[in-house]
């Protein structure tokens, strides 16, 4: 498999994840059977830019918005996931373990 296509992966994974809910890279690695793992899953996101894709559900293993510094300002992914409801302190979710959706269980 080419690298263009464990991003449309990843992509297509992340598209699926509903407003309001959070997912991890290691989730969506997890699902999709990635030997890199999370980090390819962190690459795919990093190159995001331009695309139909909710990238601001995707966080750590541990709710931290990791990724945070890939959209622009400091806010921005925060302040996509409060739209949705999600409440963010210290740049992690609340209640991580209520909102997380894990494709493995949610796509069978």
Known sequence: MERRDYFEDVYEVVRLVPPGRVTTYGAIARYLGLRAGARMVGWAMNAVHGRDVP????????????GKHFFGSPTAMQ???AAEGVRVTDDRVEQFDKLLWDPTTELQ
Do not use: K, P
């Open 79 to 81: 302040d996509l996931l």
């Open 55 to 66: 990238a601001h559900r995707v966080v750590n293993r541990i709710g931290v918005l990791s």
